[in-house]
């Protein structure tokens, strides 16, 4: 029998990537053929600290745009490359460098923390970044008793559930976790009732309220390797369950169906050979915004080590 589409793209993908010397960071909302030739799987933070440690000449970063670019900022001399131009994260779109720096004025000297969903242009107007892993120890580690947290109002107000500052929020949100309801985890929890509940801090707060932990997905790596649970229901991206799924084949896991973020699923096998063959699509920045942008990325780093 032949081999497969999968088996022969995976193999041309080995090869380019000697040839180019690349590594393949993937993060963990990637599809599973996509998720299988990574050289790295993981959350956004942990994504962010390999490629500050990689020697690779070449990044071929699976994920969206902003993490290709968080990339790009913390390994200025590699070449970084995102296979599909075009994923993005509407949620990183909520906010920019003007509307910021207007909302700025009016909250002059409260320190900006930025998620790392943003854009470079908008973390080069930050003072920190965060990740959904480190957002609550960024916030409280900052001298100030207000702080403004962009663009994430769901994560911000589950960080000032966990802050005695005054955390100002911006109007953003992830088009796919709001997609989850409380109905819905109702519903699993009827259906499952052995099951604990974890779901991701951009939930909105009456999900939050229903789950039994609120993590980051590379929590959710954590939190499913020790728990004694046997079922657990996973309120996030949906594509979070295959490799939750592939580590603890001694649970079940049921995912939220409807939570699917269309950006992370337009990375494909084919798009990456297409990316090592032509070294496509470069991610390249501005080298004043990078200056400012990757200072907020560092300070996060320094922070949370
Ligand atoms: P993590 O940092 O938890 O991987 O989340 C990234 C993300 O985009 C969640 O929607
Ligand atoms: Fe952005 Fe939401 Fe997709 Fe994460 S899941 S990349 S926050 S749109």
């Known amino acids: 029998m032949g081999k497969s589409e999968t088996e022969l793209l995976t193999e041309s993908i080995e090869r380019l990537k000697h040839e180019r010397g690349a590594v393949l960071l993937v993060h963990n909302y990637q599809i599973p053929e996509v998720q299988d030739i990574a050289d ?7 994504l962010s600290r390999m490629a500050a440690e990689t020697d690779a000449e070449v990044i071929v970063f699976c994920g969206v745009h902003f993490m ?38 009016k909250h002059p ?23 959904s892993a480190n957002a609550i120890d960024i916030v409280n ?8 947290f962009v663009p994430d109002c769901h994560l911000g107000s589950h960080v000032q559930e966990r802050s005695d500052k005054r955390v100002i929020l911006w109007e953003g949100w992830c088009p796919t976790h709001v997609k989850i309801l409380p109905e819905h985890i ?10 604990v509940v974890i ?9 939050r309220a229903l789950a039994d932990e609120v993590l980051s997905t590379g929590g ?3 939190f499913a390797k020790q728990t004694s649970a046997k079922e657990i229901i996973v309120g996030t991206e949906s594509g979070m369950v295959y490799r939750l799924q592939k580590e603890n084949p001694d649970k079940v896991f049921h995912s939220i169906h409807i939570a699917v973020c269309p950006n992370m699923k337009k990375i494909t096998l ?12 470069e991610v390249d920045i501005d080298h004043d915004i990078a200056q400012r942008a990757r200072g907020s990325v560092e300070r996060m780093l320094q922070a949370s080590r």
Do not use: W
């Not at 580690?141 to 403004?148: H, N, P």
């Not at 109702?186 to 099951?195: L, N, S, T, V």
């Not at 990456?272 to 699509?281: G, I, N, T």
């Open 220 to 222: 959710m790596v954590r």
């Open 270 to 281: 084919r798009k990456v050979a297409e990316s090592l063959e032509k070294m496509q699509f």
């Open 68 to 105: 290709a670019e968080t990339a790009k900022l913390l390994s200025p001399e590699r070449t970084v490359l995102i296979p599909d131009a075009s994923a993005g994260c509407p949620m990183a779109d909520m906010v920019d460098p003007v509307s910021l720096r207007e909302f700025k004025a």
């Open 141 to 148: 580690g900052l001298d100030s008793d207000e702080v403004i």
């Open 186 to 195: 109702q519903q699993a929890r009827e259906a499952h009732p052995e099951a």
């Open 40 to 46: 790295f799987l993981g959350d956004s933070l942990e």
């Open 199 to 207: 779901v991701h801090g951009e939930c909105p707060a009456p999900v």
């Open 109 to 131: 000297g409260v320190p900006v923390v930025a998620y790392v969903n943003t854009s470079a242009a908008t973390k080069a107007e930050a003072d920190i970044c965060c990740t």
